[in-house]
């Protein structure tokens, strides 16, 4: 059974920088994609990026700029580098893979993802 753990969350000030890691029990390439979501307390899960097995990003719009997602195949993990933080980025953010179809529209779709890790919490103070 496929398993993806999380780690790297913590508590920063606005305007720090945080590293999400996310590893995988499988070798990363028999997932076509793998993304990060984020879900703050009584908001829907949202997605903030993904990445293809060939390399093709996409981001929310709320984040464009400020995180990357990374591959790291060697270690069958994904990253996220996340700077320049806001309060509003706060969430407990889990890592995904496998993605039913991968396109500009339905990357974000949390309900195509096949495989989930259990979350790494995210503070961010003002």
């Known amino acids: 059974q496929v398993q993806l753990v999380e780690s790297g969350g913590g508590s920063v000030q606005a305007g720090g920088s945080l590293r999400l890691s996310c590893a995988a029990s499988?070798?990363?390439?028999?997932?076509?994609?793998m993304a990060w979501f984020r879900q703050a307390p009584g908001k829907d899960r949202e997605g903030i990026a993904t990445?293809?097995?060939?390399?093709?990003?996409f981001y929310a719009d709320s984040v464009k700029g400020r995180f990357t997602i990374a591959q790291d195949n060697a270690k069958n993990t994904v990253n996220l580098q996340m700077t320049n933080l806001k309060p509003e980025d706060a969430a407990v953010y889990f890592c995904?893979?496998?993605?039913?179809?991968?396109?500009?529209?339905?990357?974000?779709?949390?309900?195509?993802?096949?495989?989930w890790g259990q979350g790494t919490q995210v503070t961010v103070s003002s």
């Open positions: 995904a893979a496998h993605c039913r179809v991968l396109g500009p529209t339905s990357w974000s779709r949390a309900t195509d993802y096949t495989y």
């Open positions: 499988e070798d990363t390439h028999i997932f076509n994609c």
């Open positions: 990445i293809s097995f060939r390399g093709r990003t």
